[in-house]
């Protein structure tokens, strides 16, 4: 395949050719994986700090395999949605993008604390740089407040690494995981896991520690909204299952209480903040954080139908919420506003988009029939079982999201048109509409197949929920 | 007894002399006598390297048990002359400008090294002053070598009498060492004070002292907070190759000296770690938050150094071979950020005034260099995969397993800090238009160095087993 490197276009070509061909690669995995087996699969090592006894060492499992199919699977998206809108620089934004792909699947494949941390890490700088140099007019502050708050919250963590690794002789995540539950007395369990706790916590991100999601989603370009809200505040949550339950499951279920709390504090204020947003990224990023909420929730209900509910959520989130910034994005290269005063009637003149987004929405507000439903159905079982004052609180945030989700929908889409420009703009073009179809698509397919996805984690989740009893 | 264990620091101070005597008699009478001063000193530097590998594999200890060589210092020697090879190398645009003096340059250059070379393989206290004096004087001259500089003289000035105090402060401890001791022999003192007969003769308290004021010394001239007063007007004020060269070559072969010495005099340190770890931190401090307002680049590099050798003070603080090979290993990374990242200033055309917001847009008009800027600074920041995080990796984790964790965590706090003076060099790359572009000269020597040593700083990753398992033997 011969690509012109000379223009902009030849750039996006290459890079949707590589990230595609990820895609069709992690598909592959879909059908060699193989689901009876709990332990880890595909795993590779190769000697890396021979004298510290550190390897490189990666493997999946259900959860990861998906984790990584939704990477592979969004990475294109972004490319193909950037294609009109992100005219300079072209050659470093496809490079950013390929970059930040490589190290999120890296991470999540990662069976090496050491190498978790090396990759968690690594992908601060091609975000840094695709918030500050394609972001909005505020974008220095935005990349400046994402970068800082997620490298104070991980260097408490790398602590916490470096401690385990002295302790214990090893940063091997397999031989951890069966190893360390019962290896350091509670209290030390609980330093433990608040150091982990402060990395995931200001990632997925949980209350209070939430303040710089906003900022960073509003200022990034769509695309970088797109992969933010779609993978990287899923790597918190995967910390929370792939580390802080089996390594310091006492010190988890300790936790759980206060867990709860910031969960639900999320998911009511978010859910309230939201209503108030007149920025529609900005209304997205906060649904995010009360959707983050329920995942959180799920995962320390420590119940099977909490942590599947938790994983689907997440899947689900990733497809929904990437789809919402995209479809922001949309009407962004048309109208050049994200003010939800300025806009209205959009409807009217772009029906198959209108019809795209309903989709989106309802499948934030959690209507059965969508994945949104799923995973939050799910979660609040799991809860319900754990806590029932919780989830009678965390039930309200659905009401809430129905909420500001539609009242947003009337807004954007329904009403009359204020708007002069409103009358001139196109439909979705061919990029979008396929790009936005295929969301749209897994998104009523996870909903009425759920078994799709759920079958690939039941066994590594229901190894989870035998490690703690409520 | 044999020289040949000694050989390196002669052939590089004698091929000093000799270019200098060249100067005398062929200086006037040849035009392009600059540029074969500087193959002559490149070749000069080869021929020594040669002789430092000579003695990697055995170790030998001449004029009465005053002067040792083993492969650890061999090791030094190595490091400090290939980066003075690499200073030589991207100074020609400098010694095209100086022609005039362009010998007496490159022979200062190369007897502050012979200096150095000496400080490491000192063992006695006599020889590790010679060697620091020799060292500290062909800087004070570096220092002031732009005569037409108001702050170069300034430079040159404050730094002599700063440096004649450090001196002086050495001196009086080293005779303290001796009046209550009667010997100022590395391993005489050793015999004497050894931990394993700490009973029979436990330190005195004036010996004590005297280790002390040898170690501030020795802080002065690593510049360690709170001894670092010079260090940002120097920096400034000396050319952007005499920076480069004390950022590199004088503060390896400083530290490695304290490191050897650290490691060479075996006695109870007891108590001693305090102080290292509390000119760590104060490093720490006064690199990560006297950083954030300069405004002049030069500056601000100079309070990142501080930083810096606030971790390897640190490193220092929890005495053992794991924590010293640790040390190495940063000061290696550090060394080789810095000849990227000093090395650019070279590349400046109005380098006396050269502000941070000047960078602004830089990928614009230099997409290359500020790519490779970038690099660097990542690196230095601590983000991995780079080879400044693993450099910082190694330090943390060797104080923690020896029981230092609030300080661990202490440090990478401030490191955090740090990084975002780190990002705003990068921010003013590459989200800023270009304002008034800056002017670079167009010397490809120096951009190669540049490039390669961002290359290194990426790449280090995959080189990290042999680098360290190397290090750990020549401990």
Redesign the interface.
């Given at each position: 395949m011969v690509v012109n490197l000379k223009n902009s276009r030849g750039y996006y070509i290459y890079g949707l050719f590589i990230s595609l061909l990820n895609l069709v690669l992690s598909c592959k995995l879909l059908f060699l994986f193989d689901k009876k087996i709990a332990d880890f699969q595909f795993t590779e090592i190769f000697?890396?700090?021979?004298?510290?006894d550190i390897k490189y060492f990666v493997g999946i499992d259900g959860i990861s395999l998906l984790m990584i199919v939704l990477t592979a699977f969004l990475t294109p998206i972004c490319l193909a949605l950037s294609i009109n809108s992100i005219q300079k620089r072209v050659k470093e934004f496809v490079i950013a993008f390929l970059l930040i792909e490589g190290l999120v699947i890296g991470a999540f494949c990662a069976l090496d604390l050491l190498f978790f941390?090396?990759f968690f890490?690594?992908m601060?700088?091609p975000m840094?740089?695709v918030i500050?140099?394609w972001g909005g007019e505020n974008?220095?502050y935005a990349?400046?407040k994402f970068?800082?708050y997620t490298?104070?919250g991980s260097?408490?963590f790398?602590?916490a690494i470096?401690?385990i690794?002295?302790y214990t002789g090893t940063t091997d995540i397999v031989s951890l995981s069966k190893g360390l539950k019962n290896f350091f007395p509670l209290p030390y369990q609980k330093w433990f896991f608040l150091a982990f706790f402060a990395s995931f916590a200001v990632k997925v991100p949980m209350f209070p520690f939430h303040t710089w999601l906003p900022d960073a989603h509003v200022q990034a370009p769509t695309a970088g909204s797109v992969i933010l809200a779609g993978i990287l505040i899923k790597l918190g949550a995967y910390g929370f299952l792939r580390f802080s339950l089996p390594f310091f499951p006492a010190a988890s279920q300790y936790f759980a209480n206060f867990i709860f709390v910031l969960s639900v504090i999320a998911i009511i204020y978010a859910s309230l903040v939201a209503l108030m947003q007149e920025d529609m990224k900005k209304m997205i990023a906060y649904s995010s954080v009360a959707h983050m909420g329920f995942v959180t929730m799920g995962i320390f209900s420590f119940t099977r139908q909490g942590i599947d509910g938790a994983i689907m959520q997440m899947i689900s989130h990733g497809i929904v919420s990437a789809a919402l910034f995209a479809c922001v994005g949309v009407i962004y290269d048309r109208l050049h506003t994200k003010q939800i005063k300025d806009l209205g009637g959009i409807a009217n003149k772009m029906p198959n988009f209108a019809m795209l987004a309903m989709i989106f929405t309802l499948a934030s507000v959690g209507l059965p029939g969508t994945s949104g439903f799923v995973g939050e159905f799910l979660s609040i079982v799991g809860t319900f079982k754990a806590n029932k004052i919780v989830a009678i609180l965390a039930t309200s945030g659905v009401v809430l999201g129905a909420c500001y989700m539609l009242w947003l929908y009337k807004r954007v889409w329904f009403s009359e048109i204020h708007n002069q420009h409103i009358g001139h703009i196109s439909d979705l073009g061919k990029t979008e509409l396929i790009s936005l179809g295929l969301m749209a698509l897994f998104v009523i397919l996870l909903g009425i197949l759920p078994n799709l996805a759920l079958s690939f984690f039941e066994l590594p989740s229901a190894q989870l929920a035998n490690l703690i009893k409520p | 007894m044999s020289f040949i264990a000694i050989i390196p620091e002669i052939t590089l101070f004698s091929g000093a002399l000799f270019i200098l005597m060249c100067d005398v008699f062929f200086g006037k009478k040849l035009k392009e006598f600059f540029y074969i001063s500087h193959l002559l000193s490149l070749l000069i530097c080869a021929i020594t390297l040669v002789f430092i590998t000579q003695n990697f594999v055995k170790t030998e200890v001449i004029f009465n048990q005053m002067f040792v060589s083993n492969a650890l210092t061999s090791f030094a020697k190595a490091v400090a002359v290939l980066l003075l090879t690499i200073v030589i190398l991207i100074s020609l645009g400098f010694v095209y400008k100086i022609q005039k003096i362009s010998a007496e340059f490159l022979a200062l250059l190369m007897i502050a090294t012979s200096g150095g070379m000496i400080l490491i393989s000192a063992n006695d206290f006599l020889v590790f002053y010679l060697g620091l004096e020799l060292q500290a004087l062909s800087l004070y001259l570096l220092a002031a070598l732009n005569r037409t500089s108001e702050k170069s003289s300034e430079a040159g000035m404050k730094y002599f009498i700063l440096g004649c105090l450090a001196s002086g402060i050495l001196l009086f401890g080293i005779s303290m060492i001796y009046g209550f001791s009667g010997t100022v022999n590395f391993k005489a003192l050793t015999d004497l004070y050894h931990p394993e007969n700490a009973e029979a003769n436990a330190i005195p308290v004036a010996v004590m002292f005297g280790f002390i004021l040898v170690i501030t010394a020795m802080f002065f001239k690593i510049s360690a907070a709170p001894f670092h007063m010079w260090t940002p007007d120097v920096y400034e004020g000396s050319a952007a190759i005499v920076t480069t060269f004390f950022a590199t070559v004088a503060k390896f072969t400083a530290v490695l000296a304290l490191l050897r010495l650290l490691s060479t005099l075996v006695i109870g340190w007891n108590g001693i770690e305090k102080v290292f770890i509390l000119v760590a931190m104060l490093s720490l401090a006064v690199g990560s938050f006297g950083a954030i307002f300069q405004k002049n680049f030069k500056r601000l590099l100079a309070y990142s150094s501080i930083g810096h050798i606030g971790f390897v003070v640190l490193g220092m603080a929890s005495f053992g071979p794991e924590s010293f090979a640790a040390c190495i290993f940063y000061m290696l990374v550090y060394a080789l950020i810095s000849i990227g990242s000093f090395g650019f200033l070279t590349l400046v055309k109005d380098e006396e005034n050269l502000s941070v917001s000047s960078l602004s847009g830089l990928a614009k008009t230099n997409p290359t260099m500020a790519f490779a800027l970038s690099v660097l600074m990542?690196s230095t920041a601590g983000?991995?995969?780079l080879a400044g995080?693993f450099s910082k990796?190694y330090i943390?984790?060797a104080i923690?397993?020896n029981g230092l964790?609030i300080y661990?965590?202490i440090a990478?706090?401030f490191?955090?800090i740090s990084?975002?003076y780190y990002?705003r060099i990068?921010?003013l790359m590459?989200?800023d238009e270009p304002q008034n572009p800056l002017q670079l000269e167009d010397f490809s020597n120096v951009k190669l160095v540049i490039l390669i040593s961002a290359l290194i700083n990426l790449i280090l990753i995959f080189f990290?087993?042999p680098l360290?398992?190397s290090i750990?033997n020549f401990l």
């Amino acid at each position: 395949m011969v690509v012109n490197l000379k223009n902009s276009r030849g750039y996006y070509i290459y890079g949707l050719f590589i990230s595609l061909l990820n895609l069709v690669l992690s598909c592959k995995l879909l059908f060699l994986f193989d689901k009876k087996i709990a332990d880890f699969q595909f795993t590779e090592i190769f000697s890396f700090i021979s004298n510290h006894d550190i390897k490189y060492f990666v493997g999946i499992d259900g959860i990861s395999l998906l984790m990584i199919v939704l990477t592979a699977f969004l990475t294109p998206i972004c490319l193909a949605l950037s294609i009109n809108s992100i005219q300079k620089r072209v050659k470093e934004f496809v490079i950013a993008f390929l970059l930040i792909e490589g190290l999120v699947i890296g991470a999540f494949c990662a069976l090496d604390l050491l190498f978790f941390y090396i990759f968690f890490e690594a992908m601060l700088i091609p975000m840094f740089l695709v918030i500050g140099i394609w972001g909005g007019e505020n974008r220095i502050y935005a990349a400046y407040k994402f970068f800082l708050y997620t490298l104070f919250g991980s260097v408490l963590f790398l602590i916490a690494i470096i401690l385990i690794y002295i302790y214990t002789g090893t940063t091997d995540i397999v031989s951890l995981s069966k190893g360390l539950k019962n290896f350091f007395p509670l209290p030390y369990q609980k330093w433990f896991f608040l150091a982990f706790f402060a990395s995931f916590a200001v990632k997925v991100p949980m209350f209070p520690f939430h303040t710089w999601l906003p900022d960073a989603h509003v200022q990034a370009p769509t695309a970088g909204s797109v992969i933010l809200a779609g993978i990287l505040i899923k790597l918190g949550a995967y910390g929370f299952l792939r580390f802080s339950l089996p390594f310091f499951p006492a010190a988890s279920q300790y936790f759980a209480n206060f867990i709860f709390v910031l969960s639900v504090i999320a998911i009511i204020y978010a859910s309230l903040v939201a209503l108030m947003q007149e920025d529609m990224k900005k209304m997205i990023a906060y649904s995010s954080v009360a959707h983050m909420g329920f995942v959180t929730m799920g995962i320390f209900s420590f119940t099977r139908q909490g942590i599947d509910g938790a994983i689907m959520q997440m899947i689900s989130h990733g497809i929904v919420s990437a789809a919402l910034f995209a479809c922001v994005g949309v009407i962004y290269d048309r109208l050049h506003t994200k003010q939800i005063k300025d806009l209205g009637g959009i409807a009217n003149k772009m029906p198959n988009f209108a019809m795209l987004a309903m989709i989106f929405t309802l499948a934030s507000v959690g209507l059965p029939g969508t994945s949104g439903f799923v995973g939050e159905f799910l979660s609040i079982v799991g809860t319900f079982k754990a806590n029932k004052i919780v989830a009678i609180l965390a039930t309200s945030g659905v009401v809430l999201g129905a909420c500001y989700m539609l009242w947003l929908y009337k807004r954007v889409w329904f009403s009359e048109i204020h708007n002069q420009h409103i009358g001139h703009i196109s439909d979705l073009g061919k990029t979008e509409l396929i790009s936005l179809g295929l969301m749209a698509l897994f998104v009523i397919l996870l909903g009425i197949l759920p078994n799709l996805a759920l079958s690939f984690f039941e066994l590594p989740s229901a190894q989870l929920a035998n490690l703690i009893k409520p | 007894m044999s020289f040949i264990a000694i050989i390196p620091e002669i052939t590089l101070f004698s091929g000093a002399l000799f270019i200098l005597m060249c100067d005398v008699f062929f200086g006037k009478k040849l035009k392009e006598f600059f540029y074969i001063s500087h193959l002559l000193s490149l070749l000069i530097c080869a021929i020594t390297l040669v002789f430092i590998t000579q003695n990697f594999v055995k170790t030998e200890v001449i004029f009465n048990q005053m002067f040792v060589s083993n492969a650890l210092t061999s090791f030094a020697k190595a490091v400090a002359v290939l980066l003075l090879t690499i200073v030589i190398l991207i100074s020609l645009g400098f010694v095209y400008k100086i022609q005039k003096i362009s010998a007496e340059f490159l022979a200062l250059l190369m007897i502050a090294t012979s200096g150095g070379m000496i400080l490491i393989s000192a063992n006695d206290f006599l020889v590790f002053y010679l060697g620091l004096e020799l060292q500290a004087l062909s800087l004070y001259l570096l220092a002031a070598l732009n005569r037409t500089s108001e702050k170069s003289s300034e430079a040159g000035m404050k730094y002599f009498i700063l440096g004649c105090l450090a001196s002086g402060i050495l001196l009086f401890g080293i005779s303290m060492i001796y009046g209550f001791s009667g010997t100022v022999n590395f391993k005489a003192l050793t015999d004497l004070y050894h931990p394993e007969n700490a009973e029979a003769n436990a330190i005195p308290v004036a010996v004590m002292f005297g280790f002390i004021l040898v170690i501030t010394a020795m802080f002065f001239k690593i510049s360690a907070a709170p001894f670092h007063m010079w260090t940002p007007d120097v920096y400034e004020g000396s050319a952007a190759i005499v920076t480069t060269f004390f950022a590199t070559v004088a503060k390896f072969t400083a530290v490695l000296a304290l490191l050897r010495l650290l490691s060479t005099l075996v006695i109870g340190w007891n108590g001693i770690e305090k102080v290292f770890i509390l000119v760590a931190m104060l490093s720490l401090a006064v690199g990560s938050f006297g950083a954030i307002f300069q405004k002049n680049f030069k500056r601000l590099l100079a309070y990142s150094s501080i930083g810096h050798i606030g971790f390897v003070v640190l490193g220092m603080a929890s005495f053992g071979p794991e924590s010293f090979a640790a040390c190495i290993f940063y000061m290696l990374v550090y060394a080789l950020i810095s000849i990227g990242s000093f090395g650019f200033l070279t590349l400046v055309k109005d380098e006396e005034n050269l502000s941070v917001s000047s960078l602004s847009g830089l990928a614009k008009t230099n997409p290359t260099m500020a790519f490779a800027l970038s690099v660097l600074m990542f690196s230095t920041a601590g983000i991995p995969p780079l080879a400044g995080f693993f450099s910082k990796f190694y330090i943390i984790t060797a104080i923690i397993k020896n029981g230092l964790l609030i300080y661990a965590i202490i440090a990478i706090l401030f490191s955090v800090i740090s990084a975002f003076y780190y990002l705003r060099i990068v921010k003013l790359m590459y989200f800023d238009e270009p304002q008034n572009p800056l002017q670079l000269e167009d010397f490809s020597n120096v951009k190669l160095v540049i490039l390669i040593s961002a290359l290194i700083n990426l790449i280090l990753i995959f080189f990290l087993n042999p680098l360290m398992n190397s290090i750990t033997n020549f401990l």
